[in-house]
């Protein structure tokens, strides 16, 4: 059974920091890992989708990578503002035989961030 | 651009009726997926369907219902609910068989009193 852990639940930061936000997942057979923002009560913003096959993805001054050997995916933020503060959730999809995909996400419990003005 | 669009945004319902929650994916998107967040949870998968036919199937409960219509949009009967339903149930949609990236919806809050 896939799991998906994300550590810390919560962070804060003063505005203009770089931050690293971590997630790591059991089974290294995924077919794809999925960032989500998502704001109090909100629903799911999707910001970067990264294949198995792939080592990273950027999107403005976000950059996701992915080490599929180790089971670990990092979010990094660049000169992080309040506009910022939010759940990030991580979620992965698994592979299934014959290399298809399955169409479950499994989430991590997400990272709450505060950016401090 | 279009995004998935859910209804109604929120939901009251007494113990032991009914609920349908409606999901329009995006123009083309041809797979739905519905997740379930309980407060301060995260999302938990209930079901999906590609091209009208259920393809995955999740934690959900046997009072619970969903189908995808010949346009695409899909419905999630919830019946006899429980106090423990109320959550917040997003439908997410995307392009093919699984694989490509999801798109959610703004999301059902639906509590039940």
């Known amino acids: 059974k896939q799991e998906v852990t994300q550590i810390p639940a919560a962070l804060s930061v003063p505005e203009g920091e770089n931050l690293v936000l971590n997630c790591s997942f059991t089974?290294?057979?995924?077919?794809?890992l999925q960032w989500f923002r998502q704001d109090p009560g909100k629903g799911l913003t999707s910001l970067l989708l990264i294949q198995s096959s792939q080592r990273e993805q950027t999107s403005g001054r976000l950059n996701a990578s992915l080490d599929k050997s180790s089971g670990r995916s990092t979010l990094y933020i660049a000169a992080s503002q309040p506009g910022d503060s939010a759940t990030y959730l991580c979620?992965?999809?698994?592979?299934?035989?014959?290399?298809?995909?399955?169409?479950?996400?499994?989430f991590g419990k997400g990272i709450t961030l505060s950016v401090r003005p | 651009a279009a995004g998935v669009i859910q209804s109604p945004r929120h939901l009251i319902k007494e113990k032991r009726e009914t609920a349908t929650l409606k999901c329009y994916p995006i123009?083309?998107?041809?797979?739905v997926y519905w997740y379930q967040q309980g407060p301060g949870q995260d999302p938990q998968f209930l079901i999906s369907f590609y091209e009208k036919m259920q393809s995955d199937k999740g934690s959900i409960p046997d009072r619970f219902s969903a189908q995808q219509f010949s346009d695409y949009h899909s419905e999630l009967n919830m019946s006899s609910l429980e106090l423990g339903d109320s959550a917040l149930y997003f439908c997410?949609?995307?392009?093919?068989?699984?694989?490509?990236?999801?798109?959610f919806g703004q999301g059902t809050r639906l509590t039940v009193v």
């Open positions: 089974d290294s057979a995924i077919y794809n």
């Open positions: 979620a992965v999809r698994l592979r299934t035989s014959p290399g298809g995909a399955n169409s479950k996400l499994t």
């Open positions: 997410a949609s995307s392009s093919g068989q699984g694989g490509t990236e999801a798109f």
């Open positions: 123009p083309r998107h041809d797979t």
